[in-house]
């Protein structure tokens, strides 16, 4: 365990469907970020959080909406989305310092395919 | 900027013999490395890093890796290949100071055979 969960663990939506992502990190970490990891392809960064305020979004289509409440907790809210958004997606969490090594705590994934 | 290659997208062995998984990378600064692991349908696990201490890191289940300056190299290495060392294998570089983000390489398919 990493310290760091993911709910659902699987989630297969419509293309009209709204659904969320939970991502709850129980480290104390200052960060959070949303990857997305598709087949044969590097993992791609979508989102940064830092102490909750949004600081990346690169280029990331609309029908993908993050939301941090607070430093522990990340959602990733889904609409409308298009059969090649199925994928695997990765939260991960860190402690940001004045330091380089800002090693990132994964969690477990959720496996989203869209029909 | 800073990027990072892995040379080998797909690394066989066999159970026993060594491994060695091959990084380079490149940065305008002394960056941070890491190496993560990913199992099949599993997040990403920290197997080591390098943060301008030690040159040869070690990690967990017996991994190493070795940072060489004049190479721009990082090599993941484990003396003896364990069959659940079978998995997907990423080599890291921070991106730059204090924005946490990190550049992650292609990746490398270890395969061990029996």
């Known amino acids: 365990e990493t310290g760091v969960t993911q709910t659902p663990r699987h989630l297969v939506m419509g293309m009209t469907n709204k659904k969320s992502l939970k991502c709850e990190q129980h480290?104390?970490?200052?960060?959070m970020y949303w990857y997305k990891q598709s087949a044969k392809k590097p993992l791609e960064l979508m989102f940064v959080y830092n102490f909750k305020e949004q600081t990346e979004n690169n280029s990331v289509p609309s029908r993908f909406s993050p939301e941090c409440p607070n430093s522990s907790h990340l959602f990733l809210h889904l609409h409308t989305l298009q059969p090649e958004d199925s994928a695997l997606y990765l939260c991960?969490?860190?402690?940001?310092?004045?330091?380089?090594?800002?090693?990132?705590?994964f969690g477990p994934g959720t496996r989203l395919t869209v029909l | 900027a800073q990027s990072v290659t892995q040379l080998d997208s797909h690394v066989s062995v066999s159970e026993g013999t060594p491994v060695l998984l091959r990084c380079n990378y490149s940065s305008s600064y002394s960056p941070s490395l890491f190496w993560y692991v990913q199992h099949p349908n599993k997040g990403l696990q920290l197997l080591l890093k390098?943060?301008?201490?030690?040159?040869l890191v070690k990690g967990i289940n017996g991994f190493e890796a070795e940072f060489k300056k004049s190479e721009t190299s990082f090599h993941l290495t484990k003396p003896s290949a364990h069959m659940s060392d079978a998995a997907e294998y990423f080599c890291?570089?921070?991106?730059?100071?204090?924005?946490?983000?990190?550049?992650f390489g292609q990746g490398t398919t270890l395969q061990v055979k029996p």
């Open positions: 480290l104390g970490h200052n960060a």
């Open positions: 991960a969490s860190s402690q940001l310092t004045s330091r380089l090594y800002n090693e990132q705590f």
């Open positions: 890291v570089v921070t991106h730059s100071s204090n924005t946490g983000k990190l550049i």
């Open positions: 390098y943060t301008s201490a030690a040159t």
